[in-house]
């Protein structure tokens, strides 16, 4: 499953990318649900219930965001369980800049295939869309990745190729915001 994360501005001067609200409120949904089954079941719950609720439960606090605050000048990245999240925290100085990175998977690096497969990629579409016979194991995908001034790439998101034009406007929005080039290539 696909969970898309989504943009959304809390002020003019800080943009948050992350899991959409309706995603806690699906898993506190879901748990609800597992737990009025096992309540209403009459027997007593096996271990293999216990660790479904577990995961449930833990998936509900699960959280994956990045917050590009232009007020202080810094991104945070947290990643992990709400209660016990790692940050990663960078300031805006040591940006040089985004980029849209086509992957291809299901190709040889270098050929030809890969190099029609990422120009299609950044168009948001496949190299054999309009062929006689589609490849199945092709699958084009664009990554949205911060690159720093220290060589360092963070990947920011990762989607198929047929939602470019919804990762292209994440990435002018940040990167606009923070006052660095978006390159796609």
Not at 41 to 48: A, L, Q, V
Not at 157 to 171: C, F, Q, V
Request: charged share 25%; aromatic share 8%.
């Amino acid at each position: 499953m696909e969970i898309p994360l989504s943009l959304s501005s809390h002020s003019p001067d800080r943009l948050v990318y992350g899991l959409p609200r309706w995603y806690r409120a699906a898993m506190a949904l879901v748990l609800a649900a597992l737990a009025t089954g096992i309540a209403l079941g009459g027997g007593r719950p096996g271990p293999m219930a216990w660790t479904i609720l577990v995961l449930v439960a833990l998936g509900g606090l699960y959280e994956d965001n990045w917050s590009f605050d232009a007020g202080r000048g810094r991104v945070v990245h947290r990643v992990g369980l709400s209660f016990a999240a790692n940050a990663s925290v960078f300031q805006f100085a040591a940006i040089e800049r985004f980029r849209l990175v086509p992957v291809v998977a299901g190709t040889i690096p270098g050929s030809e295939a890969e190099r029609e497969g990422k120009a299609a990629a950044l168009e948001g579409r496949r190299a054999d869309d309009h062929g006689p016979r589609r490849f199945r194991h092709r699958k084009p995908f664009l990554d949205l990745v911060m690159e720093c001034a220290d060589g360092r790439r963070c990947l920011i998101d990762h989607l198929p190729a047929r939602r470019a034009g919804r990762l292209r406007e994440a990435g002018d929005r940040i990167a606009a915001l923070c006052g660095k080039p978006l390159v796609a290539g």
